[in-house]
């Protein structure tokens, strides 16, 4: 069955870097774009990066453009978010999703997704 897995969340001071992943299985991962969304306390969830079936189709929220990069390895099964500059309004949970169509089309929306992980917990604080 597919399942997407994230890892690599944990509590980081200002100014810090973390790498999240996110490991499929289940089904064919180049086929597929597949979407970062965190969701903060109180809030709704909100797409953050996406990577098209081509590595170089990527799209970012303003919020983070600049300090987060998405990267995929499909020999590994594994997308990737390098998060530098973290800032205490990153503090959220991250999740990673597949799409539901290879077409590229920019940023995703959560409607745009057929299966997610459970998530991994970012918090940045000093």
């Known amino acids: 069955q597919v399942q997407l897995v994230e890892s690599g969340g944990g509590l980081v001071q200002p100014g810090g870097s973390l790498r999240l992943s996110c490991a499929a299985s289940?089904?064919?991962?180049?086929?597929?774009?597949i979407g970062w969304f965190r969701q903060a306390p109180g809030k709704a969830r909100e797409g953050v990066s996406c990577i098209g079936t081509s590595s170089s189709s990527t799209a970012y929220a303003g919020s983070v453009r600049g300090r987060f990069t998405i990267s995929r390895d499909n020999v590994k099964k594994t997308v990737y978010l390098q998060m530098n500059s973290l800032m205490p309004e990153d503090t959220a949970v991250y999740y990673c999703?597949?799409?539901?169509?290879?077409?590229?089309?920019?940023?995703?929306?959560?409607?745009?997704?057929?299966?997610w992980g459970k998530g991994t917990l970012v918090t940045v604080s000093s």
């Open positions: 289940g089904f064919t991962l180049e086929n597929y774009q």
């Open positions: 999703a597949r799409a539901r169509w290879a077409a590229w089309g920019g940023l995703l929306r959560t409607a745009d997704m057929d299966y």
